[in-house]
């Protein structure tokens, strides 16, 4: 018998029992045997089985299959929260495997186990012998993925329902406006996708193809459009509707001017306008109407009751400087904006209601009396999660699981859902902030004397959400930049609570994300790609740069970005993945070796000696900006490598060797402490590379024992 934790499964089932050390050979492949005639729905879930496993073990080889026996009852929730999605699934039977689940999700969640026990030997494709019992923690596991600031294509989106398919996460969060565009055709108002969506938009058609793809693959999609604010796309199209006027294009986008000259490139422009601000008069009948009607016509494109109306970061301004507004406040007894924006908030409800609809809105929406009914993400710390749950409202849990934050894998599977003191600004960096954000900030401070949740707040937590906002994510890096981190964040959302070995979770990342690769997701081959049109003379150096590095965190990329506009998007911090495997492996071996398996040694000089010599290479090929901006981090690279060389050369150093040392390592702190929390990275000198060394632990541990 063994735990889940010793085989590369993600998430972990609830119960795993290995039943015999042996394998059992699929060379001849997987032939299914239904119980029941299969739905259509099912008949498509066995073609897609059928597929993947060519991809992962090749074509069968002549020889009888292994007959997989399913066992599936129907479930008339299927595609909502209160769906059936546990399974069994036994490989050890004699006469083949046995799968049974209550419904058609059980089986889905059951053939993506079943992929992931296929192992490759030499001998050919084989399973285990395991017994497993399974069922998800939380019914809402989702992803929220952001189509406004950079369009993703339909193929795009669909690889991401595959990838989610396979690691059982059940909800798209589609985010489908905001100030930067509006990606859905409305034949209402037309003008919207046409002026507000500047022409790069979602068919209805299209719309109705990917609705249709997810409910195959056991997703459901919940589609966003924002109200009153992140409205500028929708205020473009209907200027009448705005609180404010409406920007010009001018006033919009940025004009930049480059300077090269032979040390350093530098990039100076007008100021950024902020196109999250503008927002809905919400005092014009109009502005209801409209909302009304356009949220009528997106919800007959998505039938799932739950319809997200945004309604965070609205502006204060926006209505406080029209005398209209703030007259019209006067009368009706609102004393500030949150109370006008709640009232609003009802009229949507009420619309969304008498639509079949369940409304579900940001965190903000719950600062004032609103419908229980709504459903409150929590987004901006967990203490929201406490408040929200209190007032009994249904919670989804962002909080701590912002994929655009660029934090690793490891940072996000330490965040609990439940846990409302999890994420949230310490009392220092909140007044450090509130000389730029003001008394907003608080809204982001960690209660620490937040109570854990009762029972009851327990169960009105439906689950969570991993949000990517796209501000600097194209459409070529969105593989990369979701998974394989997605997975990871998957587990915490299906998984016990107790499945928490952050060491064991990175052991099974890599082996997860190469299965991925297998069967359809395209990071590694976008990554190639946009290193081969960076340095086409030669593509090494900078897949080994990149390879041991990571971007700069908590929106310090956005900073870097905020004057360059797309440039970022094609520099190496855009290629280097928030979790290094190559950085795991080196970090790993370093804590063996000073454990005292020298062994080790040998393979961590090789790797020392290749980061080493890289910058020569890079060098050669720097010829060009966004090389040059790296070669800073190249050279870094180069000499911390030669300082772990040193530490293992020889047992013990002088004084003056670690007073030498330690200053080159301290710089390398000092630049993950720059971007260790959103403040930070607001305020403190950042690697103009965007590029974070992430051997940097298994250095210190090395430093550390040469004394």
């Not at 565009?181 to 193809?209: A, D, K």
């Not at 010009?248 to 001017?257: A, F, G, K, M, R």
């Not at 013990?652 to 080159?664: C, D, E, F, L, Q």
Request: charged share 20%.
């Amino acid at each position: 018998m063994a735990g889940p934790s010793t085989l590369p499964l993600m998430p972990q089932p609830q119960s795993v029992t290995v039943m015999d050390p042996a394998t059992r050979s699929i060379a001849g492949g997987i032939r299914i045997d239904w119980t029941q005639a299969p739905s259509p729905l099912l008949r498509r879930a066995e073609q897609r089985f059928v597929a993947r496993l060519r991809n992962l073990a090749g074509r069968a080889a002549e020889g009888a299959p292994l007959t997989l026996h399913i066992t599936t009852g129907h479930d008339p929730a299927y595609l909502s929260v209160d769906e059936k999605e546990g399974y069994t699934l036994s490989t050890s039977a004699p006469d083949g495997i046995y799968l049974s689940a209550a419904g058609p999700a059980g089986v889905l969640h059951g053939l993506a186990t079943l992929l992931q026990l296929v192992e490759l030997t030499p001998q050919g494709a084989v399973l285990g012998h395991v017994d497993i019992q399974d069922s998800p923690r939380f019914a809402w596991r989702g992803l929220m993925i952001d189509v406004s600031r950079h369009f993703m294509s339909v193929d795009t989106i669909q690889r991401q329902l595959d990838a989610m398919e396979l690691t059982k996460l059940n909800v798209l969060h589609w985010h489908l406006s905001d100030g930067t565009g509006f990606r859905v055709e409305s034949r209402r108002f037309p003008r919207l996708q046409q002026v507000g969506g500047h022409n790069q938009y979602y068919t209805q058609e299209q719309v109705r193809g990917i609705v249709a793809y997810a409910a195959d693959r056991g997703i459901r999609i919940v589609p966003e459009f924002d109200v009153p604010g992140h409205t500028l796309s929708i205020l473009q199209a209907y200027p009448d509707l705005a609180a404010q006027p409406v920007p010009t294009e001018q006033e919009i986008h940025p004009v930049c001017s480059i300077t090269v000259d032979t040390q350093k490139t530098q990039t100076s422009c007008n100021k950024v306008y902020n196109q999250n601000n503008p927002a809905l008069d919400p005092t014009q009948p109009q502005t209801l109407r409209f909302a009304t009607a356009l949220y009528a016509e997106m919800g007959r494109l998505f039938p799932d009751r739950y319809f997200h109306s945004g309604g965070d970061e609205v502006a204060p301004q926006q209505w406080m400087n029209n005398p209209a507004i703030t007259r019209y406040m006067k009368v009706h007894g609102y004393r500030d904006a949150p109370a006008l924006q709640a009232a609003f908030t009802a009229q949507i409800e009420q619309a969304l209601a008498r639509q079949g609809k369940i409304m579900m809105g940001w965190d903000e929406v719950s600062e004032a009396p609103i419908p229980r009914d709504v459903v409150v993400e929590a987004w901006r710390g967990s203490k929201w999660i406490g408040s929200a749950t209190r007032a009994g409202h249904p919670v989804v849990v962002s909080s701590g699981y912002y994929l655009d934050l660029l934090n690793p894998s490891a940072t996000h599977y330490q965040v609990d859902p439940l846990d409302p003191k999890a994420v949230g600004l310490s009392p220092a960096e909140v007044e450090k902030a509130r000389v730029k954000q003001g008394p907003m900030i608080d809204a982001f401070a960690l209660d620490p004397n937040a109570p854990a949740l009762d029972a009851a707040q327990s169960r009105l937590v439906l689950g969570g959400e991993a949000p990517l906002w796209s501000e600097i994510v194209s459409d070529e890096m969105v593989d990369a930049r979701l998974w394989p981190r997605s997975a990871a964040i998957a587990e915490r959302f299906w998984s016990d609570a107790s499945v928490r070995d952050v060491t064991d979770m990175e052991r099974r990342l890599p082996v997860v994300l190469h299965e991925l690769n297998m069967m359809g997701l395209q990071s590694e081959n976008h990554q190639n790609d946009m290193i081969a049109r960076l340095a086409p003379q030669n593509t090494t150096p900078l897949k080994v740069l990149t390879s041991v590095t990571s971007p700069v965190r908590n929106y310090a990329m956005n900073r870097l970005a905020a004057h360059g506009g797309d440039a970022m998007l094609s520099a190496p911090a855009a290629i280097a993945s928030p979790d290094s495997f190559a950085a795991m492996k080196f970090n790993t071996l370093a804590q063996r070796y000073i454990k005292g398996d020298h062994a080790r040694a040998s393979d961590l000089k090789a790797m020392l000696v290749t980061y080493k010599a890289n910058d020569a290479a890079y060098a050669q090929i720097a010829t060009t900006p966004a090389l040059q901006e790296a070669r800073g981090t190249s050279q870094e690279l180069a000499e911390v490598a030669q300082v772990g060389l040193e530490a293992i050369k020889r047992r013990s150093h002088g004084r003056h060797w670690h007073k030498r040392v330690n200053a080159i390592l301290a710089r390398q702190d000092a630049a993950f402490a720059a971007c260790a929390d959103a403040v930070a990275a607001h305020t403190m000198p950042l690697p103009a590379s965007g590029l974070l060394i992430d051997i940097l632990p298994g250095l210190h541990l090395l430093v550390d024992r040469a004394h």
